[in-house]
């Protein structure tokens, strides 16, 4: 099922990573080397287009009229831990229960 959530962050990590913040706080981080062997993704392999990424329209776009739909963004990343993740992580293991909420 396609979560439709707003990009309001992205960042470059090359190789070809984008490192997003969706409209609900939450970070994610989405591998864009299986699309560039593809029209129009292609053109990202141009030295220094894939770096100018940036947020338009609740996604991520580059020149050229290219960019990814929110819902694959989303649902084709994967959740990257936060200072606040860990912290619950390391207290269940230290515990072995859950941290409170």
Do not use: C
Not at 14 to 33: A, H, I, M, S
Not at 54 to 75: C, F, K, M, Q, S
């Amino acid at each position: 099922m396609s979560t439709l959530l707003d990009v309001v962050e992205v960042q470059v990590e090359p190789p070809w990573t984008l490192r997003l913040r969706f409209e609900n706080g939450e970070q994610r981080r989405f591998d864009v080397e299986p699309l560039l062997a593809r029209p129009p993704f292609d053109r990202l392999k141009e030295p220094g287009r894939f770096a100018t990424a940036h947020v338009a329209w609740g996604t991520v776009a580059w020149a050229g009229e290219i960019d990814i739909a929110p819902e694959t963004l989303y649902d084709r990343s994967v959740p990257i831990a936060t200072a606040g993740d860990t912290q619950a992580t390391a207290e269940q293991s230290a515990t072995g229960a859950p941290a409170a909420a």
